[in-house]
């Protein structure tokens, strides 16, 4: 029987992925920065365990909590609109600790264990504005951009130990309240400097207006397809929004 081991498991994403998997008959080791019961079903295949991918230290006990993995996805992530003007440098920090450093420190503690085995996989969720020119995500782009271009590279260092990196680009989802997340809850008017607000708010209408969104169990699915895939595929858009992107990129 297989392990995954899965950041940020305790809403959206990571949520409907440990679920999916462990459907399938997997072992699921649900990582969340503070464990809560009652999130995920109760199970003898299905552990919780406190991770907070920016310190060294729960890294490592993390992974020493949870044992051999056959594959780790990397979901754990800070949402972010903003406006590039009116955006601290330390919020920037926050973001590339957890959106990009976070997912290479996992990456390399587990590393190990994959290549002395001689398999495993890395599955990096990044997400579908990679795919495209979006206004209101310069930093949450360049945070996922560079792990897109960060998994293609150790694809191919990885390759001659039988270890896979693959990333997984998720579309717009409304259930996963992306957007209320980014904000914190604050409205606009109190994020955004005041010659953007106009602007910002009828790009932010015109977003919610369209046609296609993502659901979390695509994400899900997808994940599950990218780990089990053979034909060598690197990216993996998950939701018609982000295969339409894909398709038009």
């Known amino acids: ?6 950041t940020g498991a305790s809403s959206g994403y990571g949520r409907e992925t440990a679920v999916h998997f462990h459907a399938q008959g997997w072992n ?12 995920l079903p109760e199970s003898d295949r299905l552990r919780i365990v406190g991770l907070d991918v ?7 006990a993390a992974f020493e909590e ?26 920037v920090r926050e973001i590339f600790e957890t959106n990009t450093f976070g997912v290479m420190a996992m990456t390399q503690a587990v590393l190990p264990r994959f290549r002395e085995r001689g398999t495993g996989v890395v599955v990096n969720v990044t997400s579908s504005v990679v795919l ?4 209101l995500s310069a930093i949450y782009k360049a945070s996922k951009m560079a792990v897109e271009g960060f998994t293609a590279s150790l694809a191919l260092e990885l390759a001659p130990f039988g270890v896979e990196a693959k990333t997984v680009e998720p579309g717009a989802c409304l259930t996963t309240n992306f957007a209320d997340k980014a904000m914190n809850g604050a409205p606009l008017d109190e ?3 005041a010659p953007y607000v106009s602007w910002a708010k009828k790009t932010m209408a015109d977003f919610t207006g369209q046609d296609l969104f993502t659901k979390e169990s695509d994400v899900a699915e997808t994940v ?22 894909a398709q038009a990129k």
């Open 1 to 6: 029987m297989k392990t995954v081991l899965i």
């Open 28 to 39: 699921v080791i649900a990582t969340m920065r503070t464990p809560r019961a009652g999130v």
């Open 54 to 60: 920016t310190k060294p230290e729960s890294i490592t």
């Open 66 to 91: 949870a044992g051999p993995i056959d594959v780790l996805v990397n979901n754990a992530g800070i949402p972010s609109i903003s406006v590039f003007e009116g955006t601290p440098m330390a919020r």
């Open 191 to 193: 994020l955004i400097p």
């Open 132 to 135: 495209g020119h979006m206004p």
């Open 224 to 245: 599950w397809r990218a780990v089990h895939d053979t034909t060598g595929q690197l990216r993996f858009p998950a939701g018609p929004d982000a295969v339409q992107l």
